[in-house]
T-cell receptor, first 115, second 112 residues
Framework: DAGVTQSPTHLIKTRGQQVTLRCSPK?????VSWYQQALGQGPQFIFQ???????QRGNFPDRFSGHQFPNYSSELNVNALLLGDSALYLC??????????????FGQGTRLTVV | GENVEQHPSTLSVQEGDSAVIKCTYS??????FPWYKQELGKRPQLIID?????GEKKDQRIAVTLNKTAKHFSLHITETQPEDSAVYFC???????????FGGGTRVLVKP
């Protein structure tokens, strides 16, 4: 089992550009969450996808959007990039288990640098 | 929404000593409290977790305690080793599902 995989590992973009990050969940997991981790801080929840729909959303602007595919993989899109969007973007997958919170497994992240 | 505070932000201990990290949370509906270890340039890895129906949980040199009344939980690492050096994050999750709210992290340095 490859665990949670993310691509690319590193990315440099210019202000105003758009970026797409990708995530493949751990085998058997159907729920994908995205987090933004600024340098020296804890991860901040962006949104969560389940059954191809956004189920929860954190305090992030509409420039941040996502998608989940039938195979449970997911994309994070960020439009009109700002310097402040520079961060490590983490994907976490977990198995859906009703109302019980389950363990989240993280990918290695995508380091996005906006210049 | 949920807010998680974590202290201290940095912790330096001598090898063999114990390390304690404390977190408080605001949402009384939170019922799942994981701890993650993140080494430089690597993914956060779950090291231990506890649910609200349990007061304490141990796994070898690591233990976590939970006080629901006071809304705080702590990580205890005994007999620290240099490989324990990393950033540790506490998190809380509740009725909102798998959404995790993280603390700000504690950088632990174990000096040989």
């Amino acid at each position: 089992d490859a665990g949670v995989t993310q691509s690319p590992t590193h990315l440099i973009k210019t202000r105003g550009q758009q970026v797409t990050l990708r995530c493949s969940p751990k085998s058997g997991h159907d729920t994908v969450s995205w987090y933004q981790q600024a340098l020296g801080q804890g991860p901040q929840f962006i949104f969560q996808y389940y059954e191809e729909e956004e189920r929860q959303r954190g305090n992030f602007p509409d420039r941040f959007s996502g998608h989940q595919f039938p195979n449970y993989s997911s994309e994070l899109n960020v439009n009109a990039l700002l310097l402040g969007d520079s961060a490590l973007y983490l994907c976490a997958s977990s198995p859906e288990s009703g109302r019980k919170t389950t363990e989240a497994f993280f990918g290695q992240g995508t380091r996005l640098t906006v210049v | 929404g949920e807010n998680v505070e974590q202290h201290p932000s940095t912790l330096s201990v001598q090898e063999g000593d114990s390390a304690v990290i404390k977190c408080t949370y605001s949402d009384s509906a939170s019922n799942y409290f994981p701890w993650y270890k993140q080494e430089l340039g690597k993914r956060p890895q779950l090291i231990i977790d506890i649910r609200s129906n349990v007061g304490e949980k141990k796994d070898q040199r690591i233990a976590v305690t939970l006080n629901k009344t006071a809304k705080h939980f702590s990580l205890h690492i005994t007999e620290t080793q240099p490989e324990d050096s990393a950033v540790y994050f506490c998190a809380a999750s509740g009725a909102a599902g798998n959404k995790l709210t993280f603390g700000g992290g504690t950088r632990v340095l174990v000096k040989p």
